[in-house]
């Protein structure tokens, strides 16, 4: 989702909070990090990076600033609307307050890519400081070849692939931090896929943050898939391509969450499909509010929310293509959720149906079928009339319409 993947492409980590070491200690470092992650990279710094400490109470500031930069009133609310048409965030939820909150919890440094600068929030605990900085060095180093606002900014058209391009960013800055730590202690992500699993696992965030711990699926699980995930990903196109796999896949970034998920599909360039929203019934005036792709990684957090996580890990990788659109009647105030999802072969598709099925039960205080059968459900639920189909690969819904006139 745009607001969502817009804020966290700046720039965080996870670190424990205690109090900082002297700024001169630290920063004087810089030079000889920058030395080596050039090294490992093969990636130039063609200056250097002005450096600073910064206050959450700062970080916070600095979080809702950027809310207004990147997403106005109405974007915020046609985004929060997807979200809770398809039940992954309560219907009470405030998607600009909690993300920012969020963020600001997990804070533990940050890249201006504008400012191009970089700032380390003052709770750090000195242990932390160094893989902080080198992260946060790592996105000026990409920032200074490949221009991380315009990388961000064209990959905006397709929500899905606007974080597939924030797991390169953040997942290429995540491998160079742990290969930096990894090499002191005279080992390489390289050659120790143990070493990568540990590394990867120390991204992952929560025990010790409660604002974290009590979001949504959906949230918190986007807020780590850039790093994690991103990181495996991009181990595998080190693997495969050397030191020149970190200019590549800035070069040619990934279009999807799902070739971050599984690189092979990104070596292949195995695109996803585009099937056809359903057509709702026409009535007059309704207008498209917002639309977009919901990715591999939006249905795993779908089928894991409603389902369990041995469904979504079974399921999900069976994804291929999907769209939907929200359409507003303001004068009804009746929101019309159209959603429309391709699957690899009839089976997952037909699995889906009835997991959806299951799932607009669970979104739902309560939901009245009117006709079922193997392939077509209709009926009624909280917002309005629905209509679920299911077409060979295919999986269709129209949701909110309203009430039939007999």
Partial sequence: MQLHSAL????????????????????????????????ISGLHLKHRVPSDYITKAKVNEYLKKRVKEVASPED???EELTLKKFGLVPPDFDLAKNTVDLLTEQAAAFYDYNQKKLFITESNSTDSQEPVLVHE????????????????????????????????MEGQASWLMAEYLARRTGQSLKDSPALLAMMSKMTEGGGQYPVFDQAPLYLRQTLIF??????????????????????????????????????????????????????????????????????ELDHA??????????????????????????????????????????????????????????????????????????DSLTGSGDDGRFILRRAGTVVSSIEGLAPAVN
């Fill in 301 to 374: 957090v779908l089928l894991e929310q409603f389902g369990g996580k041995g469904l979504a890990e079974e399921l999900a990788p069976h994804w291929r293509g999907s769209q939907f659109e929200l359409r507003e009647n303001r004068k009804q105030k009746r929101v019309v959720l159209l959603y429309v999802v391709e699957w690899d072969d009839a089976a997952s598709a037909e699995r889906y149906f009835h997991f959806y099925r299951q799932a607009m039960a669970g979104k739902w205080q309560k939901m009245e079928v009117e006709s079922s059968s193997p």
């Fill in 8 to 39: 966290l492409a700046a720039w965080l980590v996870w670190a424990p909070a205690a109090a900082a070491q002297d700024s001169r200690q630290l920063f004087q470092r810089i030079d000889g990090i920058a030395q080596e992650l050039e090294k």
């Fill in 226 to 295: 850039p790093y994690t995930s991103g990181m495996t990903f991009q181990h595998a196109v080190f693997l495969r391509d050397g030191q020149e796999g970190f200019a590549e896949v800035f070069r040619r970034p990934p279009v999807s969450t799902q070739q971050i998920l599984h690189p092979d599909k990104y070596f292949s360039s195995f695109a996803p499909t585009q099937p056809e929203l359903p057509e709702p019934p026409r009535e007059r005036g309704y207008k498209a509010l917002v639309g977009g792709i919901l990715g």
């Fill in 137 to 168: 060095l790592a996105h000026a180093l990409a920032d200074q070849n490949f221009n991380l606002a315009k990388f961000i900014r064209q990959g905006r058209k397709s929500d899905d692939g606007a974080t597939a391009r924030l797991a390169v």
């Fill in 76 to 78: 915020i609310r046609a």
